[in-house]
């Protein structure tokens, strides 16, 4: 039997199937911008199944989605990115349309799982993944399962504090980790460090110019590889960061694996080795050397891929 996997991403509905060792068959998407209510949704979701599934029997769906989910009801809390969801079940919907398991999950949670089950945590006994991108998410696999928490909320890392008196967070609170790790907080502490210097214009922010976009996360590593000393010190405060919210999962959960994807990831080694470093550092002696950090292997599929690992034995 094949399974089927369901990326509900901000702008598109990316849908694959999936043979039982991972093996993307088939891939279907339509764009969310055009679609006005959850009926539509539901629809264009249904379509793309159906496009993907052809004549094969279908074990069950997986459905990954960024915000809140309820996984034990099957219901999406705050459907950021779709329209008109008022906690309507979708799961329970499409098993009704489809007649076929369907399990919600979490996006993060859902790369979680994929990473564990066919990615760089094979293996592990417990993963954390942390994906370093506009925000951060982070989804925990503890002794060989996927732990979702009382509500099915467990996992949100990105929130917890390094910094009470830091920078606000779009969760109202100061200083998350998120204000300091993700891609978005390390162009802002750029920009910051660029302002505050005295020529203003630094070799961040005139790769920035060249290309005719507002500094990023790339800019500040590409100035750094440049010998770029602001570029440096920014990544040097980042990895510092960065680290500490490692420190506090490993303190936390003792994982033998912390696999860490998004955009960030992709600097590479110049990310990777510094971090690795500094995370040795910061843990306590007993911790030393239980742990490997390893970059995330499932690149942009991993919604699809993670969801459908749901229904993988
Ligand atoms: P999303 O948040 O939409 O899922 P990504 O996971 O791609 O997107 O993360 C986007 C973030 O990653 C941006 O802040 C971007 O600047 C950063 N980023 C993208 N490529 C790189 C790179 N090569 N090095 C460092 N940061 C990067
Ligand atoms: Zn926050």
């Known amino acids: 039997k094949m399974i089927v996997g369901v990326d509900l991403g901000g702008t598109k509905i990316a849908t694959g199937l999936l043979d039982a060792s991972g093996r993307m068959l088939a891939r279907s998407q339509k764009a969310t911008a055009g679609l006005k209510s959850s009926e539509e949704v539901i629809q264009a979701i249904v379509d793309t199944i159906t496009e993907v599934s052809g004549e094969y029997e279908i074990a069950g769906v997986g459905l990954a989605s960024p915000g809140a989910v309820d996984t034990r ?35 993060a949670n859902a790369a979680a799982w994929g990473e564990y089950v066919y990615g760089a945590g094979r293996g592990a006994q417990s993963m954390v993944y942390v994906t370093l991108s506009t925000g951060i998410g982070s989804g925990l696999v503890l002794d060989g399962k996927l732990y979702l928490g009382t509500s099915s909320f467990a996992g949100e890392l990105g929130h917890t504090v390094v910094n009470p008196n830091g920078a606000l967070c779009g969760c109202g609170q100061r200083g998350c980790w998120e204000t300091y790790a993700s891609g978005t907080a390390i162009a802002r502490q750029a920009s910051e460090a660029a302002a505050a210097a005295a020529e203003g214009m630094t070799q961040m922010t005139a790769l920035a110019e060249a290309e005719g976009v507002p500094l990023s996360a790339k800019h500040v590593f590409q100035a750094a590889a440049m010998n770029d000393k602001l570029a440096q010190e920014t990544l040097e405060q980042v990895i510092h ?32 080795e510094p971090l690795r470093g500094k995370t040795g550092e910061l843990v306590m002696e007993p911790y ?8 995330a292997e499932l690149k942009d599929d991993v919604g699809i891929i993670g969801a459908a690992a749901l229904f993988v034995e």
């Open 73 to 107: 009801r099957g219901i999406i809390r705050n459907g950021v990115n779709l329209p008109g969801w008022n906690g309507i079940s979708l799961q329970a919907e499409l098993e009704k349309r489809l007649q076929v398991p369907a399990k919600l999950i979490n996006d």
């Open 241 to 272: 960061y960065t680290g500490l919210g490692l420190m506090n999962i490993i303190h936390s959960f003792n994982p033998d694996c912390i696999v860490i994807g998004g955009g960030v990831s992709r600097a590479g080694a110049a990310f990777f």
């Open 288 to 295: 030393r050397g239980t742990y490997a950090i390893k970059p």
